[in-house]
């Protein structure tokens, strides 16, 4: 009995031992599959993320007719637009509520996540978008409101504004443009979208301002162009009421005939690169060939781009004899002959500022 005994607690202990190891395969292996799980998914799920965080940069992105989804997870991956083109494959599979996408041109960005990425080529886009460029916009600031529109990649265009060969071949040999600053006319566009929208831009831009100077001011000789539309530029940036850009103009051309540099705050502006509310001494002392508190004569080139109004101004500014202004805390400006009442308007509009009125 003893020894039947004893062989029945060694088989329950092998049994036992043999249970535990069993448990504790059963254990790792269940424990495996949850970190393979997990894993998984948060390999897919980082793989759904933007592949640059915060690039907003928008780009034209064209879809080839007949393209299957693996060749535009392929195209999407080598341009950086995406992680991973096998997991935009299984989300696009996952989620087949609609066709992929059409033939076409669509606008995405490295900053999209795959499901907006997606979302944005099913939902198609307009073969042109419909854009206003306000007056008095400098070219990088142009460039910054096409690019929060979403109609440009921000470098692209940049890098065609500086293209000398574009350049050659819009402005040809003109009389002292050596860039577009200034010329790139201010208005309502129709932008085709594709791959060449930068370079539209441009050209449409140009043309158009073309056409305006030449149906307006056909009396005006090609060597004076350049000085107009620069006049036109400051007067832009300097006048906020209508009625007060053919007398800065005329002001300016004043300064002018007797040797006064120009003095123009947004002249400094542009040198510095950005507006201020306030000028101090130092900013007046930036160095740059388009500080007319410190050169002579007018800047090397437009600092804005000009409407209609003010190019007007600048062929036909107003004959006065001020020599000097002033800006009011509400947009309008003091006009001075002499420098002693130009400093006594400049007295009473601090004066009258620190009061609040």
């Avoid at 080529?121 to 042109?128: E, V």
């Avoid at 781009?305 to 805390?329: D, E, H, I, M, T």
Wanted: glycine share 6%; proline share 5%; charged share 20%.
């Amino acid at each position: 009995m003893m020894i039947m005994k004893k062989y029945i607690d060694n088989k329950k202990n092998v049994f036992l031992a043999f249970n535990r190891k069993l448990h504790t395969r059963i254990g790792m292996g269940i424990l495996v599959f949850l970190i393979l799980v997990v894993f998984l998914f948060g390999f897919y799920g980082w793989n759904l993320t933007p592949s640059d965080f915060g690039n907003k940069d928008l780009h034209v992105y064209k879809v080839v007719y007949g393209s299957s989804l693996r060749d535009i997870g392929q195209s999407l991956a080598k341009n950086h637009f995406i992680r991973n083109k096998l997991v935009f494959e299984i989300y696009v599979r996952l989620n087949p509520r609609n066709r992929m996408t059409k033939a076409g041109y669509y606008r995405i960005s490295p900053g999209m996540s795959v499901p907006d990425i997606v979302r944005e080529l099913r939902r198609g886009t307009a073969q042109s978008v419909r854009v206003t460029i306000p007056e008095g916009l400098d070219n990088l600031e142009m460039v910054d409101l096409l690019a929060r529109k979403g109609l440009v990649n921000r470098t692209s265009l940049l890098n065609q504004l500086h293209d000398q060969n574009l350049l050659s071949n819009l402005i040809g040999h003109e009389e002292g443009i050596s860039g577009t600053e200034g010329y790139l006319f201010p208005d309502t566009y129709n932008f085709e979208l594709n791959s060449t929208v930068e370079k539209q831009i441009i050209q449409k831009m140009f043309l158009r301002f073309q056409e305006v100077f030449q149906k307006n001011f056909s009396q005006v000789s090609p060597d004076k162009r350049r000085e107009i539309v620069i006049i036109a530029s400051l007067v832009e940036k300097e006048a906020k009421k209508p009625e007060e850009r053919p007398i800065i103009a005329g002001i300016f051309y004043n300064r002018l005939k007797l040797g006064y540099p120009l003095q123009s705050c947004a002249t400094v502006e542009y040198s510095l690169g950005k507006h201020k509310e306030r000028l101090y001494y130092k900013d007046l002392q930036v160095n740059s060939p388009y500080n007319t508190y410190l050169h002579q004569g007018l800047p090397p080139g437009p600092i804005a781009n000009p409407g209609l109004a003010s190019l007007k101004a600048a062929v036909f500014p107003a004959q006065v004899n001020y020599l000097y202004f002033v800006a009011r805390p509400n947009g309008t400006h003091a006009f001075s002959t002499t420098y002693q009442q130009h400093l006594n308007a400049q007295r009473r509009i601090e004066k009258m500022s620190k009061q609040g009125t």
